[in-house]
């Protein structure tokens, strides 16, 4: 009798791929099929960042209690750094419509510093600079509707500031028309209300008699001038600051000098499109200015070079999200709101985006290293300002909170209670190697943890299938949370820890992408996602 012939084991069919976490970040002008697998199609709450993608901060409630006339929305957040190193002199103010309130310490009944004439229409949305004087520091503030008021550091109050010749006045046009204030060369300047006129004091001063510059008769589109702003270049003779001046109609006014009354002179005007609403459409990043417009953000630096607009659209630092931001700006460009912020301690900056009232708030944001894109939902952040790297906000019902921490929804009322925070994220379809259909048996994300694991979902999605997947409830916490746990008894791990589960996933398709739900209540970072899956006929 012939001995059976063993048979040979079957061959392994199911494939291991380590998908690279998506860098690259959100992606909205390409091809599905033509995405590169370092972007992705849906990412909310991740921020790329050290190793992978990072969840973003949480937020917490500082100051509750602020009323309004008509409503209780901080219309806008302003800080103050004064002149003590150890931050005793350091102010965070909020305005509503019924005037200034100081909220730089925690409390549920902050003090009103001072009160508006007028509390109706656009009181208390307002723009202010620090200005640093012989007689020290100050902040100043423009009101849309009460105009030019100083902060002075030494008598700690503010003041309204009158129409008049008097030391502590303002001649030449009425202070009562000022919306917008910008310190340029150790110079205050002024935009004066529905006009084309800028005007500014004298070299160091903050009262006084003002002259202006009519920079209307430069605006090619109309409209009146909205802002102020600042540009630092290099023009071969060494660095040097210009003087930007943006219209209501989308026109950009560039001048240089240092004494507009003896050797100022008009470096160009562009055209990049009507604003939206608000003056907070500049801010300084990487030594450039970038000024937000309906298109995208757009830096003077590229602006002044003159190249062709399609050369020059997809050069802009929100290319590959232009289409997702000139969905933003459909129906919401004239809404208040809008403005841009650097946030040192998430090391991003934040495009605020205004929602209508009622709906969940959104912000489009930048990581400052791999400039790539993300949006973060859930912070109910109306208006901003930052003092020492911390991100202060004010909410539609009178409340102001800081950005910081990893949890969500920590109160006054009840600090000891949080919720975790939300991120997804789809990645781009991809043929896996080949345009046969695939079956992905598993997905194996890994992530780094200063604490408690994340709990997560993870399926395959097939055809372009952009369904987002169901919040998940965050696991039993076993760790501690920083700002939470009880000093001498809580612990906190000192460095990351890394943590893998498999998830099993059905569905079959040629094109495939990898969705995921989940929380962090730490400091979380997805480095890697393992794709097992099999390969089967064309059909």
């Not at 590959?320 to 946030?343: C, E, P």
Request: glycine share 12%; proline share 5%.
């Amino acid at each position: 009798m012939m001995p059976r012939r063993r048979r040979p084991p079957a061959p392994q069919t199911v494939q291991a791929l380590p998908m690279p976490v998506p860098m690259g970040g959100l992606n909205s002008i390409s091809a599905g099929s033509a995405m590169p697998p370092s972007d992705c199609v849906r990412l909310f709450n991740l921020v790329p960042a050290e190793q992978g993608l990072r969840s973003r901060l949480g937020w917490r409630e500082w100051c509750t209690g602020l009323t309004g006339s008509a409503d209780n929305f901080v219309r806008s957040l302003h800080a103050f750094t004064g002149s003590a190193a150890n931050g005793a002199s350091n102010r965070v103010f909020a305005v509503t419509s019924t005037g200034i309130w100081d909220v730089t310490s925690s409390s549920t009944s902050p003090t009103q510093a001072l009160a508006f004439p007028v509390t109706t229409g656009d009181a208390g949305y307002g723009y202010s600079t620090v200005m640093v004087a012989a007689g020290g520091h100050y902040l100043l503030y423009c009101d849309e509707v009460n105009g030019y008021h100083v902060y002075s550091e030494s008598s700690g109050t503010w003041t309204a500031i009158a129409f008049g010749a008097g030391p502590s006045e303002v001649g030449g046009v009425n202070p009562s028309n000022l919306v917008h204030v910008h310190v340029f060369k150790n110079r205050v300047w002024f935009v004066e209300r529905d006009t084309g006129n800028a005007w500014y004091l004298a070299t160091g001063a903050i009262y006084g008699t003002a002259t202006s510059l009519s920079m209307g008769r430069q605006f090619r589109a109309g409209g009146p001038l909205v802002g102020l702003y600042s540009w630092t270049y290099d023009g071969g003779s060494g660095m040097d600051d210009s003087l930007v001046g943006i219209s209501n109609g989308g026109d950009v006014v560039i001048w240089q000098g240092t004494d507009p009354a003896s050797d100022f002179a008009l470096r160009g005007v562009w055209q990049v499109g009507a604003p939206p609403a608000g003056r907070d459409l500049a801010a300084s990043v990487g030594g450039d200015c970038w000024l937000l417009t309906r298109f995208g953000l757009q830096p003077i630096s590229q602006l002044v070079v003159g190249a062709n607009s399609e050369v020059a659209s997809s050069q802009l630092p929100t290319a590959k999200v232009a289409s997702l931001f000139n969905n933003a700006m459909q129906g919401k460009a004239a809404k208040k709101g809008w403005a841009m912020r650097l946030h040192p301690e998430d090391a991003t900056l934040l495009v605020m985006v205004p929602t209508e009232d009622g709906q969940a708030t959104e912000q489009l944001v930048m990581a400052l290293a791999p400039r790539s894109w993300s949006r973060y939902r859930d912070l109910p952040i109306y208006s901003s300002c930052v003092l020492s790297g911390k991100l202060y906000y004010g909410t539609v019902d009178g409340k102001v909170g800081i950005n910081d921490g990893y949890v969500d929804g920590r109160t006054l009322a009840d600090p000891n209670s949080y919720t975790a925070v939300q991120w997804a994220l789809l990645t781009s379809f991809q043929n896996l190697g080949s345009a046969s259909m695939k079956q992905v048996q598993m997905v194996r994300p890994t992530f780094l943890t200063e604490g408690s694991a994340p709990s997560y979902n993870a399926q395959a999605r097939y055809r372009y299938d952009f369904t987002e997947l169901a919040s998940v409830s965050q696991a039993a916490n076993t760790g501690s949370l920083w700002d939470v746990g009880t000093w001498d008894s809580a612990v906190w791990a000192g460095d990351y820890q890394a943590t893998q589960n498999v998830t099993g996933t059905t569905g079959l398709g040629g094109d495939v992408a990898i969705a995921m739900r989940g929380t962090a209540i730490t400091r979380t970072v997805l480095v890697g996602i393992d794709v097992f899956f099999t390969v089967g006929g064309l059909l």
